[in-house]
Nanobody, 131 residues
């Protein structure tokens, strides 16, 4: 099974930092796309950052310089380092994955930060930032 399990969410003060982790239980294919999304109450899910098996990183403009995505294949873990968190960053954070050359190629054409294209999702981890 290709399950995803997030962890690392917490309640922090504005200006604080957190690192989220996502355990990817099974890399069935060598071609993959891993990403982080978030969803705040009453808002649509938005893409934050993505990383593919070729090492290409993509960030949403509004997180550039603030969030960093990384991947440790030996630990089967995807990370999201978040600095200078603000109340507007409060949301449920999700990791997502897609495996296989055909599926990944499709996402690359249409946009790696579009949530509707990913087939595998974690349960989410809550991040709350207070002022």
């Amino acid at each position: 099974a290709q399950g995803l399990v997030e962890s690392g969410g917490d309640s922090v003060q504005a200006g604080g930092s957190l690192t989220l982790s996502c355990l990817v239980s099974d890399y069935t294919y060598d071609t993959y796309l891993l990403a982080w999304f978030r969803q705040a109450p009453g808002k649509e899910r938005e893409g934050l950052a993505a990383l593919d098996s070729d090492g290409v990183l993509t960030y949403a403009d509004f997180v550039k310089g603030q969030f960093t995505i990384s991947h440790d294949r030996s630990k089967a873990t995807l990370y999201l380092r978040m600095n200078n968190l603000q109340p507007g960053d409060t949301a449920m954070y999700y990791c997502a994955a897609q495996f296989g050359w055909i599926q990944v190629s499709q996402i690359r054409r249409l946009g790696v930060l579009k949530s509707g294209l990913y087939g595998k999702w974690g349960q989410g981890t809550q991040v709350t930032v207070s002022s």
